[in-house]
């Protein structure tokens, strides 16, 4: 190739890059990407983080009251019929032969994925102010993971993978952990269930802010290639504490670069210093391994930093070996009212025992139903009925209408 049309490739993707960043962060101007200098001090944080870890997963033992995550080897795994706590599973991928371990890792190298089927698939790596997807394409992405200085980079975090005819070959390259195979929202069809899983690629220092789960889901977690850093608040710690906004100066920003450096290193300072202001505190602080899955339970905090170029998935859901049931049920039935009535009639159908359980749930707390099941088994029925007298299409036209009207919102 000649060098002329290799510096108009170039100057293409330093283009498509340079438009992703400025549609993700509209108020910053691309100086301001890389103004906290914190490319300059990562090497450094990374080495601090080894100076108090002993174990291969670099567990923190700073402090006497961090609490440890639950570390447990493959074949333990698949004898579980129950996991509730934050825990790192070893092994999955190689165990459960994900072609991933082959395939993804050459997406990181700008060399192997300049050839790879994926390099024109576009993926998302960051939200406009009105919510609207940036997508980039990976062959673009690939030379900026090489590249950037930025504070905190874009990261591809990408949910409709499975859209495109090439890149949702991504599915093929995992299979879900056996544990966590029994999902109760795969009762609900995809196009009602709200985003689950997500492939993640993203350069070091790129990563998560801190967060709960949506819908009171569990996830889990598969690092492919890289290292990533977590930390895990129990549910019962306030947001405050966990998100340790006392320690966010002026002109910092809560990404998770920032938060991991300074601000959670500053919380366990004071957290030390002044115990009695934090009584209970609890912070699961460790590494995350290629080859290992971190478990997340409903409702705990948790925030990742990528401590090196990362490609992995993640996938959210509810089930009972993972005991987020009546959580979810209580999240659903108002946050996603009609999705709440659709999977109640399929949970009464497969499920009739945690079917009983969400009504008494529902009695227990007094609460009706937006969308009552029983009126709406009725109304379905009229319907099938109706495309098997007359024309389906005109029915079909008529099911669509309703639901346009009975659309709730997320
Ligand atoms: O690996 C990460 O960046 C964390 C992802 C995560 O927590 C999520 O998708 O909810
Ligand atoms: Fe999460």
């Known amino acids: 190739m000649g060098s002329r049309s290799q510096s108009r490739k170039k100057r293409t993707a330093q283009r498509r890059i340079e438009s992703a960043k400025k549609g993700h962060r509209t108020s910053f101007s691309l100086h301001d990407w890389s103004k906290e200098f914190l490319y300059g001090m990562f090497e450094d944080y990374k080495k601090g983080l080894s100076d108090f870890h002993t174990f291969t997963t670099e567990f923190t033992s700073e402090d006497p009251r961090d609490s440890v995550v639950r570390e ?10 129950m996991l509730t706590e934050p825990s790192l599973i070893r092994d999955i991928p190689q165990r459960e032969g994900w ?38 394409r990976l062959k673009y992405f690939s030379s900026y993971i090489e590249k950037n200085r930025d504070d905190s ?56 802010t801190l967060h709960i789960d949506p819908l009171a889901t569990a996830a889990w977690n598969t690092l492919i290639k890289g290292k990533k850093r977590w930390v895990l608040f129990p549910p019962e ?23 991991f450096m300074t601000m959670l290193r500053r919380l366990r300072r004071d957290a030390k210093k002044y115990p ?14 290629e080859g290992e899955t971190v478990f997340v339970p409903n409702g705990w905090w948790h925030a990742v930093l990528n401590l090196t170029d990362t490609v992995g998935i993640t996938q959210n859901f509810v089930s009972e070996q993972v005991g987020n049931f009546d959580a979810a049920w209580l ?35 007094n609460f009706k139903m937006k969308y009552d099941p029983d009126s709406y088994r009725e109304k379905e029925k009229q319907s099938r009925d109706r495309t098997s007298n007359g024309s389906s299409r005109d029915s079909k036209r008529a099911r669509k209408e309703e639901d346009r009207k009975n659309a709730d919102s997320p």
């Not at 447990?72 to 019929?81: G, H, P, R, S």
């Not at 089927?117 to 609207?132: A, L, T, V």
């Open 276 to 289: 009695d202001k934090y009584p209970g505190l609890k912070i699961y602080e460790f590494t995350q391994y």
């Open 72 to 81: 447990i080897e493959y074949d333990e795994f698949i004898k579980l019929d």
């Open 331 to 365: 999240k659903t039935r108002t946050g996603r009212k009609k999705m709440a009535c659709k999977w109640y009639l399929q949970l009464e159908d497969k499920y009739p025992h945690l079917a009983k359980r969400a009504m008494e749930l529902n009695r227990r707390d």
């Open 99 to 136: 072609s991933a371990i082959e395939n993804w890792p050459k997406l990181l190298d700008p060399k192997t994925a300049k050839v790879h089927k994926f390099r024109n698939c576009k993926f998302k790596c960051g939200e406009d102010d009105d919510g609207h997807k940036i997508k980039i």
């Open 237 to 259: 710690t306030s947001k405050r504490v966990a998100k340790a906004s006392a320690f966010r100066y002026k002109g910092e920003d809560d990404e998770a670069s920032q938060y």
């Open 153 to 208: 980079p874009l990261y591809i975090f990408d949910s409709t993978f499975d859209s495109d005819n090439v890149c949702k070959s991504i599915l093929n390259d995992f299979k879900v952990p056996s544990l966590f195979r029994k999902d109760l929202f795969t009762l609900v069809s995809e196009s009602r269930r709200p985003p689950y899983r997500w492939w993640l690629l993203g350069p070091e220092r790129s990563g998560t």
